[in-house]
């Protein structure tokens, strides 16, 4: 989730047309501290509020990588002498500029508590400090670390379900792993490739798309940044400011899942998990899941879609605000959508 209004977010940008610089000016550097201070401190002052189921634990660690460490949350059953153990990797949102697994503390505990699973919530390197392809290539760093370490670090058993997802960039940097993977593309030799294969993604409000990338058949029914243009919560503007701070290559696997999709052929996907995909009507990025999900099924995969009718761009977090769509909520939808997601549809 990215908050828009003047004192949260973007009330400085840098000035695009120079080199993207490695050292940030100060006064941008201040505004990105000022901001990831201030969704800590609703993060915290929110956890402080949220019951603790009594059949799970939860510990921060770090997770060493590759010259960088990935601040960890994680959450599993007390119990984990019997039963399954599947492994849920969770990334947090804010526009890949901001936030931390504080934003997720809320869902993560109900997923450990509810579905007896191991859940880890890890940090990823953000911009500007970190432009693109680094937040996308550092969460799939931990990705891979986790496949290979999870059982014997955190006691999940992947053979029981390897599910990975997030909320808003979380859920972009989810869809480029699974991306990544089903082509067998990861970077550099074998041991940087997922140990085992994804059983599930769950995706929230996820980016796949700009006007260079939707493809031409849907560029008729991509109006979502035209029609939800001052949306809660997210703004077509601010998503501009958002892309343009992170500087990708917008035709790279490493930016968006749809060139795994349109780009190869069938035999060439190593394998199709389910995938859960949750928008919202208002949200500007509201007709790239609609779209996915479209392309998705055409190409095999099992796909389930909750529309959420009320809101903007939203999710269920760790945070003092609520989501307004009822019937279901995003919170029981959240919940649905992981169940369906654990249960192996189609796998």
């Known amino acids: 989730m990215v908050l828009t209004n003047s004192s949260l977010y973007f009330q400085h940008t840098l000035h695009m047309s120079t080199p993207f610089p490695m050292a940030i000016p100060h006064e941008v550097a201040e505004t990105v501290a000022q901001n990831r201070a201030l969704l800590e401190c ?71 508590s509810t579905y007896n699973a191991v859940v880890v919530c890890p940090s ?128 790279s696997p490493w930016f968006s899942f749809i060139h795994v999709l349109e780009r190869q052929h069938d035999v060439e996907l190593r394998y199709r998990p389910p995938i859960f995909l949750q928008a919202c009507y208002h949200d500007p990025l509201r007709d790239d899941s609609i779209i996915m999900a479209e392309i998705l099924r055409n190409r095999g995969f099992p796909v389930k879609m909750d529309m959420m009718p009320d809101d903007g761009h939203a999710a269920w977090v760790t945070m003092p605000w609520e989501a307004k769509s009822q019937n279901p909520t995003m919170e029981e939808s959240t919940m649905e959508g992981m169940r369906w997601l654990l249960e192996g549809h189609g796998v």
């Open 42 to 112: 609703w993060a915290q002052q929110t956890i402080h509020k949220l019951p603790m189921p009594s059949n799970i634990e939860e510990f921060q660690t770090k997770i060493k990588l590759s010259g960088w460490i990935s601040h960890t949350r994680v959450f599993r059953p007390k119990n984990r002498s019997s039963g399954k153990l599947p492994l849920i990797v969770y990334f947090h949102g804010g526009g890949l500029r901001a936030g931390s697994p504080s934003m997720l503390v809320r869902p993560a505990r109900y997923f450990a």
């Open 124 to 251: 990823y390197r953000l911009v500007p400090e970190q432009p693109w392809p680094q937040p996308m290539r550092s969460a799939w760093e931990v990705l891979s670390h986790l496949s290979r370490h999870a059982e014997r670090d955190f006691g999940a058993k992947l053979d029981d379900g390897f599910i990975v997802g997030g909320v808003s960039a979380g859920a972009t940097l989810s869809s480029v792993a699974l991306g990544i993977d089903i082509l067998a593309s990861g970077p550099g030799n074998s041991d940087e490739k997922l140990a085992r294969p994804l059983t599930g993604v769950f995706l929230n409000c996820p980016l796949f798309f700009t006007d260079d990338i939707v493809p031409d058949m849907y560029k008729h029914r991509w109006t979502s940044r035209h029609d939800n243009a001052a949306s809660e919560n997210m703004t077509t503007p601010a998503l501009s400011r958002i892309l343009a701070e992170l500087r990708p290559d917008v035709h």
